[in-house]
């Protein structure tokens, strides 16, 4: 079930394979036992069926690569095998390997760069790329490498080898900004591949053994220091990684003997193009989608700091998907629609300026295409000819309150209905400045979680109550409610809107518990694939549900009462 309510919230869900299921239709749609039944089935004698080729565009190249697509009866059995292995070796991972991981993003790579540079002085860092990674990941090593790891349960090893026979490793997509898209066992394993460069390098330096045992980690390094041993602050995301050492001598060396370890331990291949050795004083380097560079700090003499900008050639590939939709708001069919793609634009550019905010120099670089930007939406607006279009102060606007109540800037605005839709601007951006990963942050700990929501500032959700909900829906089995409304969509759902009502009747307040919880429909005509969403599921006790089903007196308080006559109203589809 864990499995399923992770993949139904990706966009690729609606993808099909090539089998041509899709996840609402043939999944949330089915009665649950028979889910249940057909993926055990499935993982007693796994046998994945091809995935389907697309062929996407690589980054600032014209041509493209091969994207594979599992059907979505395999994408569950990944999800799976995936929820089985991952805690058993994110255990185990390098602190600062940041791609593909629980609670870890392309801003903790950023912070651990800029903070070593910064830290140690060293200046010269090797900017690596391996060759085709994807493409030419070992199966054989990669087996014995899950094995090292503890991953020893035989039927999961034949399973992941079957996996990776379908070509699972070339489901991975990394778009314009750094961030890997697709697949979801493979971004796993492609980090199970690389912890052994991870392990060597840090050994080496970082966690070099020495004789003496010291009390602090600093006294350490610095007697690492007076060796001949050459330093390396390793920084990996995915197959994209930095090294960050002292002299430009021993940088050199590094490429090589990792160049070495690549294709003797991994089968792999460092491109000598794209692997660049750079003084970071004299030039930036490239990073994750970032251009990070040491200048010196003008209040301090002798120190420098880091200027990090948006790595423009990469941003402007982003741009270009941006001129693109608002040149379409012209073509809006109607003013519906017109309101949605404003919104939907405004979600792009917000994701935009949320991945940058690392950037010191976020404002500066945007400030450049703003302008440019802003007038293309206006006249592709004014050319819709829907809905006249004004120039209005961003705090003006009804939409994007939390985002425009900062800014007096002026942007395009549409009236309707008494509202005005303001189209956000580039310019809406500020330095966030990243912090170092704290390492006791995890998934799976509650301590790790905590530190995890107090981050994000975000709310920790109620644990779902699966004893309720398994005693509830074996009270509906026992009544013969086997309709298809009670399918695995409503199985699944319905957790979210006990969850969200706190475990408590939307009407009047009663704790609930699995002798007296049922779940409304608000509105039980909608379609099959509309009417077990969340919003219209709500928890309530017996007695509340029984009288909205029913034409009793009401009994209860004034706004009890309101409450059940509006549910009352809502049974009825509208004429």
Known sequence: MTAIHKI???????????????????????????????????????KPK????????????KEKRPLGIPTIIDRVVQQCVKQIIEPILEAQFFNHSYGFRPMREAKHAIARTTHMTQSTGYKWVIEGDISKFFDEVNHSILVKKLWNMGIRDQRVLMIIKKMLKAGIMNEIHKNEIGTPQGGIISP????????KLDEWIVREWEQKRTKREYSERGNKLKSLQRTNLKPAYFVRYADDWVLITNTKANAEKWKRRISKYLGTNLKLRLSDEKTLITNMKQKGIKFLGFEMKLIPDKKARKKVISRIKPDESKLKLKLKKLY??????????STEWLINDILNYNSMVRGIINYYQTATWVNIVMNKYNYNLDRKVYFSLEKSRRLSVEWFPANEVDNLHSVHKNYTTKIPTIKYKGLKIGVTSLLFCKWDMAYNKRQEETPYTFKGRQLYDKRTKTKNPLARADGILSKQYARYIAKGMTEPIYNFEFVLNRAYALNRDKCKCNVCGEVLNSENLETHHKRPYLPLDKINKVDNLISLCMRCHNLIHSELDINLGTKETKKILLYREKLRPLT
């Open 50 to 61: 091809p995935v389907r080729r697309k062929m996407i565009e690589k980054l600032g190249k």
């Open 8 to 46: 139904k919230g990706n966009k690729g869900s609606r993808t099909p394979g090539s089998d041509g299921e899709i996840m609402q239709k043939h999944i949330l749609e089915v009665g649950y036992d028979v889910v249940i039944q057909r993926v055990q089935k499935l993982l007693d004698d796994y």
């Open 324 to 333: 693109k939709e608002a040149f379409k708001l012209r073509y809006s069919t």
């Open 188 to 195: 796993l394993l492609a980090n199970a591949y690389l912890h």
